[in-house]
């Protein structure tokens, strides 16, 4: 019913750049906030940065000034633009919506926090 797919992971040098982005498939009536997480091995997962549906956005400290997060709620994508990388922002990074409504049939039903599968992120130093 919904889904997350994210893409654009890969390998950099430190002081390149990725876009990562995020794929909503479904057919949605609205999806609230959204957001980048990452985890890197032996740490908790934690948050990157989010967007609500209105544009507004907010960022860790660790990739203030460097990341661009955006989205496009007509296409229902979202997307991450990394700048200046750091080995230590290697990581698996996840995709997440935190409400979404969506059509089942000819009614609607809601689904929260949902997650991508992720996509591996490496940074060499």
Request: charged fraction near 20%.
């Amino acid at each position: 019913q919904v889904q997350l797919v994210e893409s654009g992971g890969g390998l950099v040098q430190a002081g390149g750049s990725l876009r990562l982005s995020c794929v909503a498939s479904g057919r949605f009536y609205a999806i609230n906030d959204m957001g980048w997480y990452r985890q890197a091995p032996g740490k908790q997962r934690e948050l990157v940065a989010t967007i609500t549906s209105g544009g507004t956005t907010n960022y860790s400290d660790p990739v203030k000034g460097r990341f661009i997060i955006s989205r496009d709620n007509y296409k229902n994508t979202m997307a991450l633009q990394m700048n200046s990388l750091k080995p230590e922002d290697a990581a698996v990074y996840y995709c997440h919506a935190d409400r979404v409504v969506y059509y089942r049939g000819s009614s609607r039903s809601t689904v929260e926090n949902v997650w991508g599968q992720g996509t591996q992120v490496t940074v060499a130093s």
